[in-house]
T-cell receptor, first 115, second 113 residues
Framework: QQPVQSPQAVILREGEDAVINCSSS?????VHWYRQKHGEAPVFLMI?????EQKGHDKISASFNEKKQQSSLYLTASQLSYSGTYFC????????????????FGSGTQLTVLP | NAGVTQTPKFQVLKTGQSMTLQCAQD?????MSWYRQDPGMGLRLIHY???????DQGEVPNGYNVSRSTTEDFPLRLLSAAPSQTSVYFC????????????FGNGTRLTVT
């Protein structure tokens, strides 16, 4: 039930691009993306809801393909501040307000941006 | 707004001891949850609650108890600590709507010797 993230780790130079993938064996209602710096709590980046939308946040964007049960996070022109571990969290609950809404997280992708 | 507050930040226990990790949120969120984070394992859900008086098990509930007597508080109890429970514990909360993010506390680093 845990989503699968790939790659497990990636090393970039400043200014390079990266893609992190998240796939699920179950139908997804939404996908969350979080970034965690060493020794800190995960920080929310964005949510993508069922409907195949794409979202952007500065030079970080994401897509959600509900048919393939996959989401991808795109980091463009990486900055040193992008370093950290990226987690996708999947919500299988559905739209009703009575749903439990628990998130199941992947094992993370460690991104290192070098100067 | 304090957000999600966890105490303590660090704790060392001996095998067999019990303790309670505290979590409080001031955002009136219905949903609260506890995760543990181990190297290479990501965040694994221990227990969650969708409102006061309602709790349920997550992926790895064994050895942990929770209760939710108020909307604000969601303590996690370790009944008899084991070395396998050495981990970083995060409490998180969100509203019940589909597009609401999880707000995490700063974590509790627990070592069981």
């Amino acid at each position: 039930q845990q989503p699968v993230q790939s790659p497990q780790a990636v090393i970039l130079r400043e200014g390079e691009d990266a893609v992190i993938n998240c796939s699920s064996s179950k139908a997804l209602y939404s996908v969350h993306w979080y970034r965690q710096k060493h020794g800190e709590a995960p920080v929310f980046l964005m949510i993508l809801l069922k409907g195949g939308e794409q979202k952007g946040h500065d030079k970080i964007s994401a897509s959600f393909n509900e048919k393939k049960q996959q989401s991808s996070l795109y980091l463009t022109a990486s900055q040193l501040s992008y370093s950290g571990t990226y987690f996708c969290g999947t919500d299988l609950s559905g739209p009703s307000s009575g749903s439990a809404r628990q998130l199941t997280f992947g094992s993370g992708t460690q991104l290192t941006v070098l100067p | 707004n304090a957000g999600v507050t966890q105490t303590p930040k660090f704790q060392v226990l001996k095998t067999g001891q019990s303790m309670t990790l505290q979590c409080a949120q001031d955002m009136n969120h219905e949903y609260m949850s506890w995760y543990r984070q181990d190297p290479g394992m990501g965040l694994r859900l221990i227990h969650y609650s969708v409102g006061a008086g309602i709790t349920d098990q997550g992926e790895v509930p064994n050895g942990y108890n929770v209760s939710r007597s108020t909307t604000e508080d969601f303590p996690l109890r370790l009944l008899s600590a084991a070395p396998s429970q050495t981990s970083v514990y995060f409490c998180a909360s969100r509203t019940g709507t589909a597009n609401s993010p999880l707000h995490f506390g700063n974590g509790t680093r627990l070592t069981v010797t």
